[in-house]
């Protein structure tokens, strides 16, 4: 079983929807739960990071927690084009190191 | 404030070739950390160094090294290409060894293996 998975997509939907992205874990220790975004040919930029359970807001985005069923989202209020992208989540792994999932590619249609 | 940077954006390489890639870190950061992504999938850690210390390792062959200079910039080397090794290659650096994920990368540098 992969540490954390997500699912790939394809995800299209039009400008203003509501986006809901959403990733599992394995390892119920894990603490540290981020959403990166990567724009085409550009390295990954740190979103959100929520520490344990509950929500965290930020602007159009809120990042949430649920530890009991290992389940970690992150919505994406009135979706622009420019919102466009692949966004990862991630935990951190010991000290040393963030496990990816597979991304999700998301496409705002104007 | 200059972010990460890294060169080569891209380059060619053939099978059995020997690549080094390289990363200055953001001013002040003294964390790096190497990612490799093949396309459609999400990073995956290959070393992690910490004041010109190794801090982690990766499930990556010992084809891969790579160290930091005092300056705090990174080269990682990548020895007896694959095709398989073709993938973008990032570096990330953070402020300190234990980091919240606050890892910053550069936009990568795009490996193709012929």
Same mark, same amino acid.
């Given at each position: 079983?992969?540490?954390?998975?997500? #699912?790939?997509?394809?995800?299209?939907?039009?400008?203003?929807?509501?986006?809901?992205?959403?990733?599992?874990?394995?390892?119920?220790? +894990?603490?540290?739960?981020?959403?990166? /975004?990567?724009?085409?040919?550009?390295?990954?930029?740190?979103?959100?990071?929520?520490?344990?359970?509950?929500?965290?807001?930020?602007? /159009? +985005?809120?990042?949430?927690?649920?530890?009991?069923?290992?389940?970690?989202?992150? +919505?994406?209020?009135?979706? $622009?084009?420019? #919102?466009?992208?692949?966004?990862?989540?991630?935990?951190? $792994?010991?000290? $040393?190191?963030?496990? +990816?999932?597979?991304?999700?590619?998301?496409?705002?249609?104007? | 404030?200059?972010?990460?940077? =890294?060169?080569?954006?891209?380059?060619?390489?053939?099978?059995?070739?020997?690549?080094?890639? !390289?990363?200055?870190?953001?001013?002040?950061?003294?964390?790096?950390? %190497?990612? =490799? =992504?093949?396309?459609?999938?999400?990073? =995956?850690?290959?070393?992690?160094?910490?004041?010109?210390?190794? !801090?982690? !390792?990766? *499930?990556?062959?010992?084809?891969?090294?790579?160290?930091?200079?005092?300056?705090?910039?990174?080269?990682?080397?990548? *020895?007896?290409?694959?095709?398989?090794?073709?993938?973008?290659?990032?570096?990330?650096?953070?402020?300190?060894? %234990? *980091?919240?994920?606050?890892? @910053? @990368?550069?936009?990568?540098? !795009?490996?193709?293996?012929?």
């Amino acid at each position: 079983q992969k540490e954390v998975e997500q #699912d790939p997509g394809p995800l299209s939907v039009p400008e203003g929807a509501i986006v809901s992205l959403n990733c599992t874990y394995s390892n119920s220790a +894990f603490q540290y739960f981020m959403w990166y /975004r990567q724009y085409s040919r550009k390295g990954p930029e740190l979103l959100m990071y929520t520490y344990s359970s509950g929500n965290k807001e930020d602007g /159009r +985005f809120t990042a949430q927690v649920d530890k009991s069923s290992k389940y970690i989202s992150l +919505f994406i209020r009135d979706s $622009q084009p420019s #919102d466009s992208a692949t966004y990862l989540c991630a935990i951190i $792994q010991g000290a $040393q190191k963030l496990v +990816f999932g597979q991304g999700t590619r998301l496409t705002i249609n104007p | 404030d200059a972010g990460v940077t =890294q060169s080569p954006t891209h380059l060619i390489k053939t099978r059995g070739q020997h690549v080094t890639l !390289r990363c200055s870190p953001i001013s002040g950061h003294k964390s790096v950390s %190497w990612y =490799q =992504q093949v396309l459609g999938q999400g990073p =995956q850690f290959i070393f992690q160094y910490y004041e010109k210390e190794e !801090r982690g !390792r990766g *499930n990556f062959p010992d084809r891969f090294s790579a160290r930091q200079f005092p300056n705090y910039s990174s080269e990682l080397n990548v *020895n007896a290409l694959l095709l398989g090794d073709s993938a973008l290659y990032l570096c990330a650096s953070s402020l300190a060894i %234990w *980091n919240t994920g606050e890892l @910053f @990368f550069g936009e990568g540098s !795009r490996l193709t293996v012929l």
